[in-house]
Each structure stands twice: as structure tokens, then as C-alpha cells.
């Protein structure tokens, strides 16, 4: 007789409830209250925002497919100096926010940044006698997140490249067909189902930033959602914006989907990888190291140092007591966040490997939602249960004369320790996952005959082997709550700062110099997953 596995089952059931609780509840609530104000920001500025976040994610996807594709390829099929580099250099800049991208740009090109004095000393023209792109539009933020996040094409395409069949490649040499003519026919074709999710990924991270169309004044759905529960307090207003929001992550998610739904392809990964890539001569050799450099350079390099330079300039100024007590609330909230994500996920993986069934699966899938849903939404849909939470203990408080213990959720590190691990713990489900599915099944039956039941297996067995990739999950975690600021704007209680929120503070006034060391940090820390990515695509190739 199969066993039930009460324990697992019941704590399972609850934690896949807890997790998708703020998405249901942005639905609820969206469904209910006063539409007054939702239907005022319609007949006004709502359509303006929808275009906006229109033009936004189309504009970045297509310079992002234009950055990503080309670099992928030049990388897995042509030998280049100094690839070994740029392989990983290439991925650089997912490590930089992009408010701080942004930041960092709008400095250097505003009228009084370093080029365009440098322009008008070099010309002597004055104001209003030139043009000069201005990076304060829905444009310059375009190009901004483009920069940062076109990695993920760039990841996903470089891995699909590298895994085309031998016998493919050898057969366009064959056919005597030229680089273009391979790359156009065979290899783009190929990986088309990395391109689609690529593309999904890409089109989510555009939908739900917050800091750098804030910051340029470019007027979304998301800073919609920000200025309705901040502005106008009306939470069931931002409820209905962060529901369209959603419907369009859907929508996109399924699309992508639905774009592969009979795409399957068998092909054998070849090893003897080096045999096939082309030598580039000449210009062309110089022209692609240029291109992949300039990328790193301008997303990456030079706002990097720009940023180191300013925190040397201002390391007084910077190094104060605030910093570190900024510093030690960051950390707190991420140590608390990924300990609590890292539990969850080792009890779902663990139950879903006991009982194998469609139930188990479907709460190893409903728990990683929340990574699709953007910070500032998920703030909202965790606001309400919150809010709720708090309303009742008080009700009940004053019932039973207690007096009123206050805010104890929503005022509290409670809420943004829940948005952080409802948003990232997928991060850790498919992690620990990955490490579950290596250990052999023989070891569990192994177990079973010494009689251990399911709870001193996970204690004896799984958890010594999957000690590396549990330590992965919490770094992983750890570092995305680091540096998630929508959800850490709307939630942070009162007088309590994050790094990013305190970066995104001081970069708003216009004092980005006192902001650039925690910056600094953010992105430092930001390179440890990309660090641990690429070691990965290499092992596995």
C-alpha cells in the first residue's frame, strides 16, 4: 500500500496556498470596491500608460533580440580573441540594476554631463545651437534595459547554438554554405524556442521595472500602480491595474508557450564543438571583438567605474552609520528570506519525489508563480492579505480588551519578508530540484529497507547530498533580495531603508555620487550568480 505522507502532503498543500495567496488576492480585490478612481484613471491617463508599456516592451525586446542574437552566435561559433573572456564578460551587465544603468547615463549625457560640455568645448556651439539625444524619454529608457537585459537572450541562444547537431553543420559545409547563410538557415531557425523564451523573460523584467522609467519619467503600468496605492491610497484601484498586469504576463507566458507547443527537435549535443566554429580574418575578426566589446564596455565597464570613481570621491560622505545600518537591514530581510524559501523548497521537491503525483507537481508549480508576477504588483497582492491579517488580530484584540498591538504584519519586516520569498522562492524550488533529480532512486529504497521513514530519510539521505545545491538556492535568493527594490518601496516599514531603496533615494535627488558605493555593493553582489551561471554552461559543454 502507498503511503500518504501526511505531514509532507498537509505542509505542502499550505505553503503552495501561501505562496499564490497575493496573486489571488490582486483578483479579489480587483473585482470589488469603488471604481470611481479606476474609471477616472481610465478616461485620463491610464491609456497613456498602456501605450507607453506597449512601445516599452516592444522597444526592448527588438534591441535586445538585435544585441543578443548576433553576440550568442559570434561567441558559440566563431573563434575570436580573447572569447575566453568575453563569454562570461558578455553576461556582465545582468549584474547592473537598471535604475543605476540609468542613473549613471543620465549623468553623462545630460547638458551639463562630461560629453556634451566636451561637445560644446570642442565646437564651441552653445545651448540650444546643437542636438544632443536626450536620455530622459521613453527611448533613453529603452536603450537603458535593453543593455541590462539582453543576457538573458544572449544566454539562452549562446546554449542553443552550441548544442546544434554535428551532422547539421557539417552538412551546410557541404552545401558550401557561407557563414550568413548557415547562421540565417540552419542556426536562427534552431534556436527559435530560446529566442520565444527568451523573449518572455525579457518582456516581463521591461513590464515590471520600476526605478528606471521612474527616473526618466516614462509613465507605465507600474509606476501607474506605484502612484494609486502611494498617492491616491486606494488599494483596490492599484488591485485592478497590477490585475491587467498580470493578465499580460499570462498572456505573454502562454504565448510563448503556445509558440513551441510541436516544436521538438533531437539532435545529438556534439563535444567536438571547436571543429565547427569559423575563423574570422581580417576586418571581420576586428569588427566582431569590437562589437562584443563595446557592449561590455558601455553596459558594464564604464558605468562600473564610473560608479567606483564617485565612491572614492565620496567614501566620507558614503561610510556612514546609515550605510551600515542600510546594509545590515538588506542583509537581515535576505538571510530571512532565503533560509524561509530554501525550507519551502525542500519540502515541496522532497514531497513531490515521495509521491510522484499530478497533486504533488501541481504545488512545486503553483509555488514558483510569484517569480513571474513583478515586485511592485506582488507588494500589492501582499498588502491585502496583510492589511487583512493585521485588521483581524486587532478586531480580536479589542474584543477580548487586550488593547490595539498595531501593525503587527504590515508596520513589520513580516510583509517584506513575504513578498521577497513569494517572489523568489521559485529561484530555490528549481534548484533544489535540479539537485533532487541526481540522487538515485535506489537510495530511497535503500533507506526504506533500513526503516527509516520519509522524515529521517530527508534528514539522513537527501539533505548531506544536496548540500551544494541547497547552498546555491540561499545564495541565489539571498542575492535577488539584495537588490529587489519595487517590492521593498511599497513594503519597507516606516524609518527602515534597504540598499536598494537607499540607492534609489539618493539617485532620485539628483545626489547619485552618495549613492554609488551601496551601488557599488549591488553589483558586486549581483555577479555571484552570473558567476555561477556561467561555470554551469560551461561544465555543461
Given amino acids: 500500500?502507498?503511503?500518504?505522507?501526511?505531514?509532507?502532503?498537509?505542509?505542502?498543500?499550505?505553503?503552495?496556498?501561501?505562496?499564490?495567496?497575493?496573486?489571488?488576492?490582486?483578483?479579489?480585490?480587483?473585482?470589488?470596491?469603488?471604481?470611481?478612481?479606476?474609471?477616472?484613471?481610465?478616461?485620463?491617463?491610464?491609456?497613456?500608460?498602456?501605450?507607453?508599456?506597449?512601445?516599452?516592451?516592444?522597444?526592448?525586446?527588438?534591441?535586445?533580440?538585435l544585441i543578443?542574437?548576433?553576440?550568442a552566435w559570434l561567441m558559440a561559433m566563431c573563434h575570436l580573441p580573447s572569447e575566453r573572456i568575453l563569454q562570461w564578460a558578455m553576461v556582465l551587465p545582468l549584474a547592473m540594476p537598471g535604475y543605476i544603468v540609468g542613473y549613471v547615463f543620465t549623468d553623462w549625457f545630460d547638458f551639463a554631463g562630461p560629453l556634451q560640455i566636451l561637445l560644446r568645448d570642442l565646437t564651441g556651439w552653445g545651448a540650444g545651437e546643437y542636438w544632443?539625444?536626450?536620455?530622459?524619454?521613453?527611448?533613453?529608457?529603452?536603450?537603458?534595459?535593453?543593455?541590462?537585459?539582453?543576457?538573458?537572450?544572449?544566454?539562452?541562444c549562446r546554449a542553443a547554438f552550441m548544442e546544434q547537431s554535428v551532422s547539421i553543420l557539417q552538412s551546410a559545409r557541404l552545401l558550401k554554405c557561407s557563414p550568413w547563410q548557415s547562421f540565417w538557415r540552419i542556426s536562427l531557425p534552431i534556436v527559435r524556442p530560446s529566442v520565444a523564451v527568451g523573449l518572455s523573460l525579457v518582456a516581463m523584467e521591461a513590464i515590471g521595472d520600476f526605478g528606471t522609467v521612474s527616473y526618466f519619467a516614462v509613465n507605465t503600468l507600474t509606476t501607474a500602480v506605484f502612484d494609486t496605492w502611494l498617492g491616491y491610497s486606494n488599494l483596490g484601484a492599484a488591485a485592478k491595474i497590477s490585475a491587467v498586469m498580470l493578465l499580460v504576463i499570462i498572456l505573454l507566458i502562454s504565448a510563448e508557450r503556445y509558440s513551441r507547443r510541436k516544436k521538438k527537435m533531437f539532435q545529438n549535443q556534439f563535444n567536438s564543438h571547436e571543429n565547427f566554429r569559423y575563423q574570422l580574418h581580417?576586418?571581420?575578426?576586428?569588427?566582431?571583438?569590437?562589437?562584443?566589446w563595446s557592449i561590455v564596455a558601455v553596459a558594464f565597464i564604464f558605468p562600473l567605474l564610473q560608479l567606483c570613481h564617485y565612491a572614492y570621491d565620496y567614501f566620507s560622505e558614503s561610510w556612514t552609520s546609515q550605510f551600515y545600518q542600510y546594509a545590515a537591514n538588506s542583509v537581515q530581510v535576505s538571510v530571512l528570506a532565503a533560509l524561509i524559501a530554501l525550507l519551502i523548497a525542500i519540502v515541496l521537491n522532497f514531497y513531490n519525489r515521495l509521491s510522484a503525483t499530478t497533486s504533488s507537481s501541481v504545488f512545486v508549480r503553483i509555488a514558483s508563480m510569484g517569480y513571474?508576477?513583478?515586485?511592485?504588483?506582488?507588494?500589492i497582492g501582499v498588502m491585502v492579505p496583510v492589511l487583512t491579517a493585521d485588521h483581524a488580530v486587532n478586531d480580536i484584540a479589542k474584543a477580548m480588551d487586550w488593547g490595539r498591538p498595531g501593525l503587527i504584519f504590515s508596520g513589520s519586516m513580516f510583509a517584506i519578508v513575504f513578498a521577497f520569498v513569494v517572489r523568489f522562492s521559485a529561484v530555490a524550488i528549481g534548484t533544489i530540484e535540479s539537485s533532487m533529480n541526481k540522487v538515485s532512486p535506489s537510495l530511497d529504497m535503500a533507506a526504506r529497507t533500513m526503516g527509516c521513514n520519509s522524515s529521517k530519510m530527508l534528514q539522513r539521505v537527501h539533505i548531506p547530498l544536496i548540500k551544494r545545491g541547497a547552498l546555491i538556492a540561499f545564495l541565489l535568493v539571498f542575492i535577488e533580495s539584495m537588490k529587489e527594490l519595487n517590492a521593498a518601496l511599497l513594503l519597507r516599514p516606516f524609518n527602515f531603508e534597504t540598499l536598494a531603496t537607499y540607492v534609489y533615494n539618493f539617485a532620485s535627488d539628483e545626489q547619485l555620487e552618495i549613492a554609488a558605493m551601496p551601488a557599488v555593493l549591488l553589483v558586486l553582489v549581483g555577479l555571484i550568480p552570473l558567476i555561477i551561471v556561467n561555470r554551469s554552461l560551461e561544465q555543461s559543454h
Fill in 1 to 65: 500500500m502507498k503511503e500518504n505522507y501526511p505531514v509532507f502532503r498537509v505542509s505542502s498543500t499550505l505553503l503552495a496556498l501561501l505562496l499564490v495567496l497575493p496573486i489571488l488576492a490582486i483578483f479579489y480585490t480587483s473585482i470589488g470596491g469603488d471604481n470611481a478612481l479606476f474609471s477616472h484613471l481610465i478616461d485620463t491617463v491610464l491609456p497613456t500608460y498602456i501605450s507607453n508599456t506597449v512601445w516599452l516592451v516592444l522597444g526592448v525586446m527588438l534591441l535586445s533580440l
Fill in 68 to 71: 543578443g542574437i548576433p553576440s
Fill in 132 to 156: 544632443f539625444p536626450d536620455m530622459r524619454t521613453l527611448g533613453g529608457a529603452i536603450w537603458v534595459l535593453s543593455l541590462v537585459l539582453y543576457p538573458y537572450i544572449y544566454l539562452l
Fill in 282 to 292: 581580417g576586418w571581420k575578426k576586428w569588427a566582431a571583438v569590437t562589437w562584443c
Fill in 372 to 379: 513571474a508576477v513583478p515586485g511592485t504588483v506582488l507588494a
